[in-house]
């Protein structure tokens, strides 16, 4: 049973600072907010982490485990490669008001990152090289072999332009229109 609380614990903690470095940024989020948003003692996050590197690296972690489960849902749900690359588009849009108000997650922590912590941005950085390696094999799966990455980076790289330039203008519909030109795209190839 303590192994269980103690998983609960480390998982609240993660959870607590995924959110925090969403909203506010890696560099704007101290061990100290993670402390007070967590309603746990210093101490007790000590026992799980040490640094505030430490619970990002956790964090990046827990994204690519809930990547991981979504991609192989869509897998799952979609035996033609062009639904897959609809769903990938379609989380976008369902996820229209985070997107506006705070950009892409992924987005913002490898852009933050990347500015002084490229030791951290690397690890980050698999976060995108998961979403690239599996439009890579859906553009693959649809006969586009030799251009598959470039597809994969195509469609990657339109993704997060429409997620940085709604959250620049706060604009759910301009995220609407482009994420629909993107699905036609899509239905053309």
Not at 49 to 57: E, H, Q, S, V, Y
């Amino acid at each position: 049973m303590t192994g269980s609380k103690g998983e609960k614990t480390r998982a609240d903690i993660v959870e607590c600072a995924k959110r925090l470095f969403y909203e506010q940024g890696y560099d704007g989020t101290s061990f100290s907010d993670i402390v007070t948003a967590s309603g746990l003692f210093r101490g007790n996050i000590y026992h799980y982490f040490k640094t505030k590197d430490d619970i990002l690296k956790a964090v990046i972690d827990q994204h690519l485990d809930e990547f991981r489960t979504l991609l192989t849902l869509w897998a799952q749900e979609n035996a033609d490669p062009k639904a897959r690359l609809h769903a990938f588009v379609a989380m976008i849009t369902g996820r229209h008001l985070e997107l506006t108000q705070f950009g892409c997650p992924i987005g913002t922590l490898n852009t933050e990152l990347g500015k002084d912590r490229r030791d951290l941005q690397q690890a980050a950085r698999a976060l995108f090289d998961l979403f690239r390696d599996w439009l890579a094999a859906c553009f693959a799966a649809l006969n586009r072999g030799a251009e598959a990455e470039a597809l994969a980076l195509h469609l990657l790289g339109r993704a997060q332009g429409i997620a940085v330039i709604a959250h620049v203008y706060q604009d759910a519909q301009l995220l609407q229109r482009e994420t629909e030109l993107l699905q036609s795209w899509i239905t053309a190839l």
